[in-house]
């Protein structure tokens, strides 16, 4: 495999999987990787309107079980990389933004993915969101609050599935990325000047959605504009899912100009090249 880790994972401990810790590790290790960054959804204040079926509080749970669970199955598994992250959903709420900054200072995450879920406290997942409403209107607001919500919080390490909304927009939307070049120009901008990744995510591949996050022309302008520190995850929810399409995506990576991704080891960016396929 061209990729040795998968570095956007998620287990039971997040509101909308039920894969339980163990078990993406087995699948990881049978698959052949050398190591993975376990990142379960910490999304603050998220509406409970938003999760139908569901009671309790979504997208939140006990941080330190979650590390004490991961470091039992470190020690369980000595010759194989567990690395400790977490998805923390951004929003434009002064209470929330707190609450990611309180949670950013924890010591014993490696790696923050900062991802954007809601649309003015909508899910884009639902198919009423879009209904009698513009496709291009709501996808420009989503990327306006992108580049709000990271100008708020930056203490993230990677920027998770840039143009996630898209995933769910109406069959019939005609999507050019270059479109919405003049605002994700400044979010690439704001990456790269911060030092920050832009994360590859192949969840779409295997969800039947047909393109990675970002679009390929987002990830060859973040290129041209000069970025070059990217993470690569499939953001899996089951086992199936985990490192999919990642050679192929790889070699999409390498013909845009990228040598490699990066894994983060308590917030420090480490370069891994490629592998060779032979």
């Given at each position: 495999?061209?990729?040795?880790?998968?570095?956007?994972?998620?287990?039971?401990?997040?509101?909308?999987?039920?894969?339980?810790?163990?078990?993406?590790?087995?699948?990881?290790?049978?698959?052949?990787?050398?190591?993975?960054?376990?990142?379960?959804?910490?999304?603050?204040?998220?509406?409970?309107?938003?999760?139908?079926?569901?009671?309790?509080?979504?997208?939140?749970?006990?941080?330190?079980e979650?590390?004490?669970?991961?470091?039992?199955?470190?020690?369980?598994?000595?010759?194989?990389?567990?690395?400790?992250?977490?998805?923390?959903?951004?929003?434009?709420?002064?209470?929330?933004?707190?609450?990611?900054?309180?949670?950013?200072?924890?010591?014993?995450?490696?790696?923050?993915?900062g991802?954007?879920?809601?649309?003015?406290k909508?899910?884009?997942?639902?198919?009423?969101?879009?209904?009698?409403?513009n496709?291009?209107?709501?996808?420009?607001?989503?990327?306006?609050?992108?580049?709000?919500?990271?100008?708020?919080?930056?203490?993230?390490?990677?920027?998770?599935?840039?143009?996630?909304?898209?995933?769910?927009?109406?069959?019939?939307?005609?999507?050019?990325?270059?479109?919405?070049?003049?605002?994700?120009?400044?979010?690439?901008?704001?990456?790269?000047?911060?030092?920050?990744?832009?994360?590859?995510?192949t969840?779409?591949?295997?969800?039947?959605?047909?393109?990675?996050?970002?679009?390929?022309?987002?990830?060859?302008?973040?290129?041209?504009?000069?970025?070059?520190?990217?993470?690569?995850?499939?953001?899996?929810?089951?086992?199936?899912?985990?490192?999919?399409?990642?050679?192929?995506?790889?070699?999409?990576?390498?013909?845009?100009?990228?040598?490699?991704?990066?894994?983060?080891?308590?917030?420090?960016?480490?370069?891994?090249?490629?592998?060779?396929?032979?």
């Amino acid at each position: 495999m061209r990729i040795d880790y998968d570095t956007h994972l998620h287990t039971s401990y997040s509101t909308d999987s039920n894969t339980d810790l163990h078990d993406q590790v087995e699948a990881a290790r049978k698959l052949g990787l050398k190591g993975i960054c376990i990142t379960d959804h910490t999304d603050y204040d998220f509406p409970l309107d938003q999760c139908p079926g569901f009671s309790g509080v979504p997208f939140v749970f006990d941080i330190d079980e979650y590390k004490s669970d991961i470091q039992k199955e470190r020690e369980n598994q000595p010759n194989f990389e567990i690395l400790t992250g977490v998805e923390c959903g951004l929003q434009t709420d002064c209470d929330v933004v707190r609450k990611n900054r309180v949670l950013s200072e924890d010591p014993e995450f490696d790696q923050i993915i900062g991802s954007i879920h809601l649309i003015d406290k909508k899910d884009p997942y639902y198919p009423a969101f879009w209904e009698n409403q513009n496709a291009f209107g709501l996808l420009q607001r989503y990327f306006e609050l992108t580049l709000e919500n990271i100008h708020l919080f930056s203490a993230f390490d990677t920027l998770g599935h840039l143009d996630y909304a898209v995933r769910y927009a109406p069959r019939d939307f005609v999507y050019h990325p270059s479109d919405f070049f003049e605002i994700t120009d400044e979010i690439m901008r704001f990456l790269i000047q911060n030092n920050k990744a832009l994360e590859i995510n192949t969840s779409p591949l295997k969800k039947g959605y047909g393109s990675i996050n970002p679009h390929p022309d987002f990830i060859k302008r973040y290129y041209e504009l000069g970025g070059r520190q990217i993470t690569i995850g499939s953001d899996a929810h089951t086992t199936d899912a985990m490192a999919y399409e990642f050679d192929s995506v790889a070699d999409q990576l390498m013909q845009t100009g990228f040598t490699g991704y990066v894994i983060y080891r308590k917030h420090l960016p480490e370069f891994h090249h490629f592998n060779m396929i032979l």
